[in-house]
């Protein structure tokens, strides 16, 4: 079995992000969160359907979200933590 690349791990953590940022900002009313949603949905789309010429821009862009992503959700988390439910 061939082993995914990085273009096609970030397409599927990308559309489960936007899931999770969706939820997220739906449930706790967090308007951050839904925009970011929406524009990782956005982000997943267009991955896509990437032309052979575009997958080597793609990958380094993909890096670049990849740590981004990584500091906003640094963010919401300090300023927004989650409540445990009892």
């Known amino acids: 079995m061939n082993e995914p690349n990085m273009l ?3 397409q599927t953590a990308i559309f489960r992000l936007s899931e ?3 939820a ?3 449930e706790k009313g967090l308007q951050l969160c839904c ?3 929406a524009e990782l949905f956005i982000v997943w789309y267009s991955l896509n359907a990437p032309t052979s010429e575009d997958e080597g821009k793609m990958q380094g862009l993909i ?3 990849l740590r ?3 500091r906003v959700c640094s ?3 300090s300023v927004a ?3 445990r439910q009892s």
Do not use: C, F, Q
Request: hydrophobic fraction near 60%; aromatic fraction near 0%; charge should be negative.
């Open 8 to 10: 096609e791990i970030a």
């Open 20 to 22: 999770i940022a969706l």
């Open 24 to 26: 997220l900002g739906a």
């Open 35 to 37: 925009s970011l949603g």
């Open 63 to 65: 890096s670049k979200l």
């Open 68 to 70: 981004d992503i990584e």
């Open 75 to 77: 963010v919401i988390v």
């Open 81 to 83: 933590p989650l409540k």
